[in-house]
């Protein structure tokens, strides 16, 4: 493929030099910790209403009243600011849905298992547990809920009724359908910035740095690939190597900066001409190479014309006395080549004979 469109990804040169930091296992955390946050805050709030609708029933003490403020409005930043300032937040924030777990234990008891708000705080819990610690998260907070909810009913020595009346029902139903909506956004979010890290992670591994195109690790599976492809169904294609002239002296004379501007300039250049399936990879410091696909030697050469000339037309803007000239080697596939290393062997002693022959051209391996 053509890397043109690399560019048009908004990636910068800084985002590939961004330096992953020592404690990223606590950054990590950190934004775990975030996650859980928005959907607990509302989580919570909105709980609070059919669970004092069962309380209003129940003879509990002023103190509980308290509790349930705290738990539904207070707990949740309470949470945020224990894990966020802890050394391990991912494990913190464990410990704390632990605490969710126990908590909504103790209103299932204090509410006598009423039954929509239990069943409202048994989904809710359920879905953090399992989000965010899969079955083993789950199965513990289960239990501690269980527990929690037992303890209660036996010291309150509050009957258990299962049943909840039409205002408790209709108190209850917003947390029905608006949790799941939250959470799934949460999880919808999440799942977008997990396929975003993915693609950069992919990108840093097929990808040079510097100009976006192919490096030569993925450069020549791509040939490899092609190789087999092209004996496998008789097709034509043809490989260039292509080296900056004098590029040492660039460096030398006009400092690393202009030589990185070179690279770039080089880089352009061929993705301006070249088509799109083309596949442009950088082999080193100042040397690329192509693989042109159902394409004749002819060409190619007739392509790399064109770059010779858009060259020659070319100043960079930090150094505009340098003049950029390359030398390529050209190397069509032959049916005698057995490896795909023998065509990149032709290409490279093609690419030494434009350079002994003078640079600035191109030739075809014999």
Request: proline share 5%.
């Amino acid at each position: 493929m053509n890397d043109e469109n690399f560019y048009q990804k908004g990636l910068t040169r800084e985002e590939w030099d961004y330096p992953f930091p020592s404690d990223d296992h606590h950054r990590s955390g950190i934004r775990f910790a975030r996650r859980v946050r928005l959907p607990r805050m509302a989580g919570l709030a909105t709980m609070f209403f059919p669970i004092a609708g069962v309380l209003v029933t129940q003879p509990v003490a002023g103190g509980w009243w308290l509790l349930l403020v705290g738990w539904a409005f207070v707990w949740p930043h309470l949470a945020w600011q224990l894990a966020s300032r802890s050394a391990d937040p991912r494990s913190n924030e464990f410990y704390n849905l632990k605490a969710d777990a126990i908590i909504a234990g103790i209103w299932i008891g204090l509410m006598g298992v009423n039954a929509f708000p239990t069943a409202a705080l048994l989904m809710m819990t359920s879905m953090n547990m399992m989000g965010a610690g899969g079955l083993r998260l789950f199965t513990a907070g289960t239990l501690l809920t269980t527990l929690a909810a037992l303890a209660t009913l036996q010291m309150a020595s509050i009957p258990p009724l299962f049943v909840s009346s039409a205002l408790q029902g209709w108190l209850t139903l917003p947390v029905f359908i608006f949790y799941p909506v939250l959470f799934a956004w949460v999880s919808y979010q999440t799942a977008i910035r997990l396929a975003e890290h993915k693609r950069r992670l992919e990108l840093m591994s097929t990808r040079d740095g510097m100009t976006g195109v192919f490096n030569r690790r993925h450069w020549e599976d791509l040939l490899r690939n092609e190789f087999d492809s092209c004996r496998r169904h008789h097709r034509d294609a043809t490989m260039l190597l292509i080296d900056i002239d004098h590029f040492k002296t660039i460096n030398d004379t006009w400092g690393h900066d202009i030589g990185d501007e070179a690279i770039i300039a080089i880089t352009h250049q061929l993705q301006l001409t070249l088509r799109g399936s083309d596949i442009i990879g950088r082999f080193g410091g100042d040397e690329f190479a192509v693989i042109m696909s159902n394409t004749a030697a002819d060409s190619a050469i007739a392509a790399m014309s064109r770059v010779h000339e858009r060259l020659a037309q070319l100043s960079l803007p930090g150094a505009p006395l340098v003049k950029l000239c390359i030398s390529v080697g050209v190397a069509p596939l032959t049916p005698p080549m057995g490896h795909y290393r023998e065509w990149l062997k032709a290409a490279d002693v093609a690419l030494y004979k434009a350079k002994n022959a003078g640079r600035n051209r191109t030739e075809v391996a014999a």
